[in-house]
């Protein structure tokens, strides 16, 4: 095999390949040879075919296969040799048209991935803020679990819905005196003020009684999900089959052990460390923004073009829709298409850096994401489409490409957490109020 290299310029590199005819000549004979041992001709034994024969009736075929490996092989053998990493699939073209006894050619040309000096990780100094929990929040908690908990039981006939009642009703929507699909149903429990349906729907029934006949009038969001429905004004025929009232709860052992618990305080345990943990969340997505910042800020190398466009594209297609869809974030609004594209393309290309600097720490200390933690998300994964969990795991497990994206956020944050327990972290507790506008005035000076 001859190699020349064509185009050596910043991380673009271009080859032109010769395999020698002889060499393809004997792979295929190879093959040829191999092949008359399994055929089954008429009046041949195995191995016994004629040399002619295969070559008239095969040779076209196995020369294919030959040419496809041929590239193939030779393709990676380049690769490994001159220790080249690609930067997305190396775009492979043959040189001319190949001809049976002639040199196979062939051009190869790529974005390599840069060469990436990650920087002193024990440089790094953050702070990452923890929450004291207040026993009221605790307490709120356990209030919004036992409200969870609660039954209705029917009132008297007379009596009139307020506001967290239940009302179980018959109705029937129609726009324009036409029914509509999906906005029929028969015994529905609806717990005035819950916001659950249409704005304007559920005040219309406060003060209603068992038996009370109403028309509700009420316009559909113009951002509602269905298009035939949204901005439209709707007439609801209402019938009031029941009227029932929800029970209080009490916060005590016999709601913990309800709850599978064994008493009181385990279930005040499991609140604060559910409310912890959650705190805990968010005060890390805050540490790792400041350590991206500090390491996009701290690091500079030549980013493959082919990679920052392919991101900048799928960006700038959510952006394209939500232009379409009049979504667009409040910041981005008034602003020019150029001004947009400018500031979006940064953002693919610190999203390109960043992503190769941390693959890149991850190569070089050999962080892996175990099978099982790759299980576990792929079954969380799968949960979230009730009745076709198997058809995703399936999915999954066909599609390598589908797998690695899947692998991609767990490497990450191994990663990361790699970083962080080099850098100088230290810590600070602060109260809900304080943490919350801390997270407020961040965000803000993130949007300036």
Same mark, same amino acid.
């Given at each position: =095999?001859?190699?020349?290299?064509?185009?050596?310029?910043?991380?673009?590199?271009?080859?032109?390949?010769?395999?020698?005819?002889?060499?393809?000549?004997?792979?295929?004979?190879?093959?040829?040879?191999?092949?008359? /041992?399994?055929?089954?001709?008429?009046?041949?034994?195995?191995?016994?075919?004629? =040399?002619?024969?295969?070559?008239?009736?095969?040779?076209?075929?196995? =020369?294919?296969?030959?040419?496809?490996?041929?590239?193939?092989?030779?393709?990676?053998?380049?690769?490994?040799?001159?220790?080249?990493?690609?930067?997305?699939?190396?775009?492979?073209?043959?040189?001319?048209?190949?001809?049976?006894?002639?040199?196979?050619?062939?051009? =190869?040309?790529?974005?390599?991935?840069?060469?990436?000096?990650?920087?002193?990780?024990?440089?790094?100094?953050?702070?990452?803020?923890?929450?004291?929990?207040?026993?009221?929040?605790?307490?709120?908690?356990?209030? $919004?679990?036992?409200?969870?908990?609660?039954?209705?039981?029917?009132?008297?006939?007379?009596?009139?819905?307020?506001?967290?009642?239940?009302?179980?009703?018959?109705?029937?929507?129609?726009?324009?005196?036409?029914?509509?699909?999906? *906005?029929?149903?028969? *015994? /529905?429990?609806?717990? @005035?003020?819950?916001?659950?349906?249409?704005?304007?729907?559920?005040?219309?029934?406060?003060?209603?009684?068992?038996?009370?006949?109403?028309?509700?009038?009420?316009?559909?969001? %113009?951002?509602?999900?269905?298009?035939?429905?949204? *901005?439209?004004? %709707?007439?609801?025929?209402?019938?009031?089959?029941?009227? $029932?009232?929800?029970?209080?709860?009490?916060?005590?052992?016999?709601? %913990?052990? !309800?709850?599978?618990?064994?008493?009181?305080?385990?279930?005040?345990?499991?609140?604060?460390?559910?409310?912890? &943990?959650?705190?805990? %969340?968010?005060?890390?997505?805050?540490?790792?923004?400041?350590?991206?910042?500090?390491?996009?800020?701290? /690091?500079?190398?030549?980013?493959?073009?082919?990679?920052?466009?392919?991101?900048?594209?799928?960006?700038?297609?959510?952006?394209?829709?939500? @232009?379409?869809?009049?979504?667009?974030?409040?910041?981005?609004?008034? &602003?020019?298409?150029?001004?947009?594209?400018?500031?979006?393309?940064?953002?693919?290309?610190?999203?390109?850096?960043?992503?190769?600097?941390?693959?890149?720490? *991850?190569?070089?200390?050999?962080?892996?994401?175990?099978?099982?933690?790759? !299980? $576990?998300?792929?079954?969380?994964?799968?949960?979230?489409?009730?009745?076709?969990?198997?058809?995703?795991?399936?999915?999954?497990?066909?599609?390598?490409?589908?797998?690695?994206?899947?692998?991609?956020?767990?490497?990450?944050?191994?990663?990361?957490?790699?970083?962080?327990?080099?850098?100088?972290?230290?810590?600070?507790?602060?109260?809900?109020?304080?943490?919350?506008?801390?997270?407020?005035?961040?965000?803000?000076?993130?949007?300036?």
């Amino acid at each position: =095999m001859q190699i020349t290299e064509t185009l050596n310029q910043g991380l673009k590199r271009e080859y032109k390949i010769a395999v020698p005819a002889a060499q393809l000549r004997e792979k295929v004979d190879g093959k040829l040879v191999e092949l008359s /041992h399994k055929l089954k001709i008429p009046g041949f034994r195995p191995g016994k075919v004629p =040399m002619s024969l295969l070559k008239q009736r095969y040779e076209q075929s196995v =020369m294919g296969e030959v040419l496809e490996e041929s590239v193939q092989q030779s393709s990676q053998q380049l690769l490994t040799e001159r220790n080249l990493r690609p930067a997305g699939q190396p775009k492979v073209e043959l040189v001319g048209e190949f001809k049976d006894g002639a040199d196979l050619e062939f051009s =190869m040309a790529m974005e390599v991935i840069p060469e990436v000096t990650p920087m002193d990780f024990t440089t790094v100094s953050l702070e990452r803020v923890g929450v004291e929990v207040p026993e009221s929040e605790v307490e709120d908690s356990l209030k $919004r679990i036992a409200k969870r908990q609660r039954a209705s039981e029917p009132t008297a006939d007379d009596v009139a819905a307020a506001n967290s009642d239940i009302v179980v009703i018959d109705f029937v929507g129609s726009i324009d005196g036409v029914e509509f699909e999906g *906005g029929k149903a028969d *015994g /529905h429990y609806l717990e @005035l003020g819950s916001g659950t349906f249409i704005p304007g729907f559920e005040e219309q029934l406060v003060g209603a009684k068992k038996g009370d006949k109403k028309t509700v009038k009420v316009t559909f969001p %113009a951002e509602y999900g269905n298009a035939d429905l949204a *901005g439209k004004e %709707a007439s609801f025929a209402v019938t009031v089959q029941e009227v $029932r009232r929800l029970k209080d709860v009490p916060v005590d052992d016999e709601l %913990a052990k !309800s709850l599978g618990l064994t008493d009181l305080n385990e279930l005040k345990t499991q609140a604060r460390e559910r409310i912890e &943990k959650e705190y805990g %969340a968010v005060a890390r997505a805050r540490v790792k923004r400041k350590l991206l910042d500090i390491l996009a800020d701290n /690091h500079n190398f030549n980013l493959p073009e082919s990679l920052v466009e392919a991101e900048f594209g799928a960006i700038w297609q959510q952006i394209e829709a939500d @232009l379409k869809a009049d979504r667009l974030d409040e910041e981005d609004k008034g &602003k020019s298409e150029d001004e947009l594209k400018k500031e979006y393309r940064e953002i693919a290309e610190r999203r390109v850096k960043l992503g190769l600097l941390l693959s890149e720490v *991850g190569r070089q200390n050999n962080i892996q994401v175990p099978n099982e933690e790759l !299980s $576990r998300a792929l079954i969380q994964e799968a949960q979230r489409y009730p009745g076709q969990q198997q058809q995703v795991i399936e999915y999954y497990q066909r599609s390598p490409e589908a797998l690695n994206q899947l692998r991609a956020p767990l490497y990450e944050e191994k990663v990361v957490d790699y970083i962080l327990e080099r850098a100088k972290v230290s810590e600070r507790k602060i109260s809900p109020e304080a943490f919350a506008a801390e997270g407020e005035a961040e965000l803000k000076s993130r949007r300036d």
